[in-house]
């Protein structure tokens, strides 16, 4: 028998945004604010996160109903996910950090470096996210000419701690499956996005667009992770700035995304988020708080077999009348501890559908699952 995934195609999480229950306001008068922790969910005296997910692509099914199904039975790509922080500990004109930020991004040394006076020079003012995002294609019927190719997606922001505003962010892909490439520089000192194309006959396109101060694309999770909204259940609407679009509609794109959060309820066992997984992490910093169902354990509590982590769901999606779909994302809310310190909120899972551009069918579903977690660099 097949397994099929069902989500449905979040089309009325607008009306969140329409009936003014969940902008930041709240129903029946009381009003409730979502506001960024001014202690990052991520601190810790090592000054460093890591991190990894094993991702799976499952080919898509539509629906007459008009929802999207994934067959998990048959994957089309696997990979992998992996977000790094690292905080600046010193003033970050002396951080040893800079070295690898000028030798990875090309530009950082003309465009930020070369203003480095002009950032604060208070310890532990800002971060640096890493995230690299690698699936190579099977050799399933649906991937054709994709088979046994890879695509990687890599992202780089420097971001002030305390208000999550970035300094720059920068973006590359190398897209084999398509024989395509591109890089997405978005100096938000200098208030310019810098776009380079290579298409598959070899043209090159280059655009240097007008930006203005945003939230950044690439920090989507991480923005949500630092809402103490998210704990609450506030809902709520963020403005990032897409790099990548700007470079390609040469024109500033800035998406309004809605955010529709769902709090933990952890007495409702069956509310939580089941990890079948046995790395290593989940003893060293989540220990005892957990329970884990073996397979009759797990049919006798109606729940799926796994580790059960309570947790917040997030639903982004983007706050327009053609939202596309959306993606889900589960943080933990069990405290990860280590040594005497904690982090929080920790991103265990996400997914998205894929759609054709033109028909807007969905054409697969990305999961990624957390297979490993560190703050030991």
Known sequence: MKKFLTLAVVLVLGTVFLTGCSLFPSCGGETRTSETMSVK?????????????????YAAINNEDGSFSADMDKVLAEGSYVSEISTADIAIAEWSGITGLTEDVPLFESRI??????????????????????????????????????????????????????????????????????????????????YSQSDVDGTVTDRVTS???????????????????????????????????????????????????????????????????DAAFIGSYVGNDLMYYDEEA????????????????????????????ATTAYYSDVDFDHYGMSTSNVLLYFATYETDPFEGDATSLTIATISDYTIVP
């Open 41 to 57: 969910p991520w601190s810790n005296l090592y000054n460093y996160e890591k991190t990894s997910y094993e991702v799976v692509r």
């Open 113 to 194: 470096l070369s203003r480095i006076s002009e950032l604060s020079a208070v310890p532990s003012a800002y971060s640096v996210l890493r995230t690299t995002f690698t699936v190579t294609y099977n050799d399933a019927s649906e991937n054709g000419d994709y088979a046994g190719k890879t695509d990687t997606i890599s992202s780089v922001v420097l971001f002030r701690n305390i208000n999550m505003l970035p300094v720059f962010s920068y973006k590359t892909a190398d897209l084999q499956a398509s024989n395509a490439s591109y890089s997405a520089f978005a100096d938000y000192l200098a208030g310019e996005n810098i």
């Open 211 to 277: 930006i203005s101060q945003n939230y950044d694309n690439e920090m989507m999770f991480l923005l949500e992770r630092t809402q103490t909204g998210l704990k609450d259940g506030i809902s709520t609407s963020i403005s990032v700035h897409n790099s990548v679009e700007t470079g390609v509609y040469d024109k500033e794109a800035v998406v309004q995304l809605g955010v529709n959060v769902t709090a933990d309820n952890s007495e409702v066992v069956t509310d939580n988020y089941a990890l079948d997984s």
């Open 298 to 325: 797990a049919k006798e509590a109606g729940v799926d077999v796994g580790w059960s982590f309570p947790i917040n769901t997030a639903v982004f999606y983007r706050n327009t009348t053609n939202m596309g779909t």
